[in-house]
């Protein structure tokens, strides 16, 4: 950093604002000092992918746009967790409510928008809630798990995207709207009806034309009362009706206020060095919900910023499509009919495919599709240019011969503007990805997704991006594979073959050889390679703890409020008077709020501050349960023949056994273990990574169970007679599992993609077997306990002292 850069504040580290200083940082790498302050504590993530956290399409590391190290490495102060509470505009300085104060030269407010909660009586109780952010996707995933009946308030595009998360989950869900039909704003009725029809086959109820009353229950929600006296039963009420731009910040700072804050064509704001972007800012009149026009309010913002010459904003046309799984849905400009105007309409209810183009002076002016929304891009490009279309109406709305289509899209999108916007999740322009191409030298899909973020998140765009890769770049394309990220075409066995080929240790070493498009990898790359590397070398590679997530890092549960959970390891389940004491004292000790069992048969003690952990393991005195990593969890077991009548071996011990085995071992993702003394199951471990089941004389051994999300029965393995075969096959499969399965699949999901008889058939040898339990037996002789590390470690313990200042990067 120089004297000379100018200090630029961010307020929100949402994607519009973030995305403005991306931008900037293109333009003008080294024109500002930048820091930016973000209510929620996390990094920048795409918000818009919540809907596929929660229809199980993405988890929560997926849909991180920005990982801290982005901050870092861009020089970056960033305020997480922390809200900008008042602006003073004479001395240009802002103030958290954490205590920050800090100077300006330019600020952006990129506040966002507020979910609108119906004013219904009953709406504070438990079980209520908005869609809005990572806390709310949370709060459902949770309440999966104990209720099942979730009612959503809203029948636009978030509510049903919600309301098929909340199916995903496994829970009962009615849409509760009050027009007759779903997504009006967006779709006309044949469309409408379809889509509804689409969403009942799937499990969906709808109650529509009907007005929310009142919200009934105790403490939590019980059931919601409609105006007509009927009734709908709830565990959950998601409210989705809405949202309204955070204007309070600028409201109490003098800056004009509307709807929005209002803006004008550069996004400046009445006050000198303030400007806005996002779904706060109003704009001519118009505040933006949709990503597209805020991203194009973001690249004027950052030209202006970068001194570059702009153009201006001047509004967005926008379109819709609904991203949920089996339903295309496509909506863009007018798609009601105006006076003067008429429509082309094409329904198929065989194939449940719909089009209805909105014409006007020979011009497109809206569009709708159902079913085939591949022309929805060129659709909408016509719209934004206004381009004449007299005498290729029909041709528009009934499309051409599959064969047809892909010899002419070269000349469509050759015919498309720059600025035409190809991947709607991410803002990425045609032009944008033609300069990925021509300038940067991108030859392949995954290069393009490193590149510009283009098709990373849906991949709906994904042909669109394959043709304009045709296009640009011609005969030098190249056909790739996915990757494991957008920073390496290499898929995960060609770098681990390579890894072992070429004998690489570190991460860095494997980033550079390798070739990665990007020098510092991804949140998802460089926690593969710190596994892999662990995984192949277990006696000389360093785990590089900055390639971990924060769990791993801490070796407790972050929960949603920042602070950690501690689960102690309790092998088998099976504890004593004497350790349940200690638990209670330590508990007691340390003012947590809530001890609760787990369906692991663990004790976790929720709500420990991260200064605590350190003093709090000491006084445990007992190992991790590594309830927090990629690792063994927990081995779950019933009484068994010890105390059940109908049990036929002593589960207990096996459990216990497996349990000491392979504590503290990594694998690919987290392994649950259960053993049950009998047929009857009582410890679920046909739905485990690896399940034994007692029979008369010997044991039934069980793989690739899930419970969770994706829930899948075990495929049976083999039977053996006595315990220490258990042991011995199940060393061998664990390790051929870490040696084969890709970071992050779950065993359900290896099992499944290699084929139950193939991993059979890898274990049937048992000179096989043995050589895999030695490899595991020596990866498990060198692990120790985190915790007893960190409390014998005095230069360990100093991460976990809390800081005078907030945590910034």
Known sequence: MTATRKKLVLVGNGMAGVWAIEHLLKLAPEAYEITIFGSEPHPNYNRIMLSSVLAGGANMDEIIINDLEWYRSHNITLYIGQTVTAI?????????????????????????????????????????????????????????????????????????????????????????????YIMERQLDQPASIMLRK???????????????????????????????????????????????PNIKLAQKSGITINRGIVVNDYMETNIPGISAVGECAEHRGIAYGLVAPLYEQGAVLAKRLAGVVTEGYAGSVTSTKLKVSGVNVFSAGQFTEPENSRALRFQDEIDGVYKKLVIQNDKLIGAVLFGDTNDGAQLFSMIKKGENI?????????????????????????????????????????????????????????????????????????PLVEGLLQLYAGDAVVTVKEGICGCTPLGRDEIVSEIKRMELKTVKEVMNVLEWNVEEGCSKCRPSLNYYLGMLWPEEYVDEKESRF?????????????????????YGGVTSPAALKKIAEVAEKFDVPMVKFTGGQRIDLLGVKKEDLPKMWEELDMPSGHAYGKTLRTVKTCVGSTFCRFGTQDAIGMGIRLEKEFERLTAPAKVKLAVSGCPRNCAEATIKDF?????????ELHIGGNGGVHVRATDLLCVVKTDDEVVEWASAFLQYYRESAGWNERTAAWVERVGVDSVKKALENREDRLALQERIQKTLSLTTDPWKQIVNEPELRKNFEPITQPETV
Not at 93 to 116: C, M, N, Q, R, W
Not at 128 to 154: H, P
Not at 203 to 218: P, Y
Not at 231 to 244: F, P, Q, R, S
Request: net charge negative; glycine share 12%.
């Open 550 to 570: 924060t769990n791993e890092r801490y070796h407790a549960n972050i929960q949603k409020d920042g602070t950690y959970s501690v689960v102690p390891r309790i």
């Open 691 to 699: 399940g034994v089941v007692a029979i008369d004389g010997g044991w």
């Open 198 to 244: 689409e969403l009942e086959d799937q499990g969906m109820k709808f109650l529509l034309n009907k007005q929310s009353e009142a919200i009934l229950g105790q403490k939590r929600v019980k059931s919601l009362l409609f105006a007509d006296g009927s009734t709908v039963e709830a565990d959950l009420i998601v409210m989705a009706v809405g949202i309204k």
């Open 390 to 462: 007299k005498g290729r109406e029909k041709e528009l709305l009934l499309g051409i011969s599959a064969d047809a289509f892909s010899a002419g899209q070269g000349n469509r999108l050759e015919e498309m503007a720059d600025d035409e916007i190809i991947c709607g999740c991410n803002g990425v322009s045609k032009g944008r990805i033609a300069e990925a191409i021509q300038s940067e030298g991108c030859t392949s899909v995954g290069q393009i997704k490193a590149c510009t973020k283009a098709s990373a998140s849906c991949g709906g765009c994904k």
């Open 88 to 180: 003073d505009t004479d001395k240009r300085v802002i103030y958290s409510d954490k205590g920050i104060e800090t100077e300006y030269d330019e600020l952006i407010l990129a506040t966002g928008s507020h979910p609108f909660m119906l004013p219904l009586p009953g709406a504070d109780k438990k079980g209520v809630i908005a869609f809005r952010d990572i806390k709310d996707c949370e709060i459902m995933q949770e309440t999966a798990k104990s209720y099942r009946k979730a009612v959503v308030i809203g029948g636009g595009l978030l509510g049903l995207e919600a309301a098929r998360g909340l199916l995903h989950l496994g829970m009962e869900v009615s849409v509760v709207h009050i027009n007759e």
